[in-house]
């Protein structure tokens, strides 16, 4: 087990001990690591995030938005290169292509990202449930009809940040979350 020298502050030590969680309860430590650090980035003071993300005027779901912003780290991946080829090829055979590369590029692009998305997913739910079971993220489910532990009936994934994982949140934001409930009767909450 890693531990920090004595000479370290709180926050460097509290990063020291999460990455040392990481590396034992997830089976990929690093995407675990910036999974937390995307989620840390769009948390609201009590470290949740979610349902959905305001990103570049639009609100999309959370999930969505954590697939798009982990995407840049594929790009040079072999698979993620096979599976370009893979849609063209698949296109190409159902005609849906018209050998102009200034109108079949953006259809293809549009294709991959769907695709590497439903597959995001699927690394994106391993890596969350491996981070639930270190005690590092607390899921539940929200929209149509309830807040709900399952999802299913139009409902988006909420992900909060527990225990150590909250240091990845900046220090304005930490603070930014009451010491204390105010009580009926307070004008003003301190």
């Known amino acids: 087990m890693f531990h920090a020298p004595s000479h370290c502050s709180s ?3 509290d990063m020291a001990q999460l ?3 990481l590396a034992q309860s997830c089976s990929r430590p690093r995407y ?3 999974l937390l650090t995307l989620i840390a980035d769009v948390a609201r003071p009590d470290g949740s995030a979610g349902p959905v993300v305001r990103h570049e005027g639009n609100l999309i779901p959370l999930r969505d938005w954590l697939c798009d912003a982990l995407t840049p780290m594929a790009h040079r991946d072999p698979r993620r290169i096979a599976l370009v080829e893979r849609v063209r090829d698949d296109m190409r055979k159902a005609g849906q292509l018209t050998n102009d590369p200034g109108r079949d590029d953006p259809l293809i692009q549009e294709e991959v990202l769907i695709r590497a998305r439903a597959s995001g997913k699927t690394n994106l739910s391993r890596a969350a449930s491996e981070l ?3 005690g590092l993220l607390k899921r539940h489910y929200q929209g149509y009809r309830v807040d709900h532990l399952n999802r299913g009936a139009q409902r988006q994934a909420v992900y909060t940040l527990m225990g150590r994982a909250k240091a990845l949140m900046p220090m304005t934001t930490a603070r930014a979350v009451p010491t ?3 009580r009926q009767g307070e004008l003003f909450a301190s």
């Open 11 to 13: 926050a460097s030590g």
């Open 19 to 21: 990455l040392d969680m």
């Open 32 to 34: 675990a690591f910036m």
């Open 132 to 134: 639930v079971r270190a």
């Open 180 to 182: 204390r409930a105010p």
